[in-house]
C-alpha cells in the first residue's frame, strides 16, 4: 500500500514539504490546483521534483476548465522528465479552482471528452482539431514512459470513466468500508463488462481526512477544514449518496445548500462548524493509531493499494499539524507496508 500526502502548493515551502515527506517514508506528495487560493501546482511540483530522489508527485487534483488538456499533458510530461518518470495526473471535475472563476464542477461529458484528450496527447497520438493534426510533438520519440491518469471520483459516473479511460481511479467516499466497497463494486462491474478490450484493470486509492491524536475531540477539530473540503463533495445537489445513513444525509444536505465558498477549507466557516463529532468521526480517521490501522486494513482488503492522506494543515494548525504527519508517518505507514 502506497501513502501519499496531501499538501498545498507553496514556492518558499514546498522543498522543504517534499524532502520531510521523502524523510518520513511516504511514498508521494499530491500538491492542490486552486489557482485563486495558491501557488501555481506544477512550479511547485518541479521544486518538489528538484528536492527529492524517489518521491512521487502529481497534482491532486487538477481539472478539465483551467487548462487546455494539451497544456496539461505537456506540463505533467514535462514534469515527468524532470522527476525521471516520478510522476501522475490527479484530475477531477473541479471544485474551487473553478468556483473562483465563476464555472461550476465540469459535467460529465465534459470530463469524459477532456480525459479521453488527455490521454491521447499523453499517448503521442495524433488528434483532429479543426482539421489541423494536434500532437506534442516534443514527446513523440521521447523514451519518457506515459504519466499515468488517477480520475478523482465520488460519483458512478466519473468512477465508470475511470475504470474505462484510467490507469488509476481513487475515491472521495470517507472512511466507510461499505461506501469505499460500493466505489470498489462499481470499478470491477465496469472491468467485467469491458474484460475483452485486454485494458488492464485500473490501480485503486482513496482521500481519507486522518489524524492521529491522544486527544479525539481535538483531532476531530483539526480535520474539521478538510473535511468541510471533501464532505462537500457528497453534498453537491444530485451527487450520489447510496449507503449513507438518514442522519449523515441531513449533514450532507447543509453542506449542500450551505457551503461557504469564501471560507473554503476554514475550520470557522458556518458549513464546517454545522457538522457534529459523530460526523467528523465516521467521515475521517482520527483518534490512536491502533484505531487507524485496523480501519486502514480493512481498507486494504477491499483492494485499495493507495491513500492521500489529508491530515490537518501547517499553515492552520502549525506545529500541532507537523506532529500529527510524523506520528502517522512512524507509528502507521510501517503497519501498513507490504
Partial sequence: MEFWHFGVPSASGVERMAKTCEELNFD??????????????YIALTLAAKATNGLKLGPGVTNPITRHAAVTASAAATLQEVSSGRVMIGMGRGDSSLFNIGFKPANPDVFQTYITELQSYLSGDILNKSGYDSQLRWLVGSKLSKVPLDVAATGPKIIAMGAELGERVSFSLRADIERIKWG????????????DNQKVPPS?????NICIHNDIDRAAELVRPGVGIFAHFTGIPGANRDNINQTDQTV???????????????????????MPMEFIERFSLIGSAEKCIERLLSIKKLGIERIFVIGP????????????LVRFAKEVIPALRD
Fill in 28 to 41: 508521494g506528495l499530491t500538491l492542490t490546483d486552486s489557482q485563486n487560493l495558491s501557488n501555481e501546482t
Fill in 184 to 195: 470498489v463494486d462499481q470499478v470491477k462491474a465496469v472491468v467485467n463488462k469491458n474484460k
Fill in 204 to 208: 485503486l486509492g482513496v482521500y481519507l
Fill in 252 to 274: 450532507f444536505d447543509v453542506l449542500g445548500k450551505e457551503y461557504d465558498k469564501k471560507r473554503h477549507g476554514r475550520a470557522e466557516a458556518s458549513h464546517a462548524q454545522k
Fill in 313 to 324: 494543515r501547517p499553515d492552520h494548525f502549525g506545529q500541532e499539524a507537523n506532529e500529527a
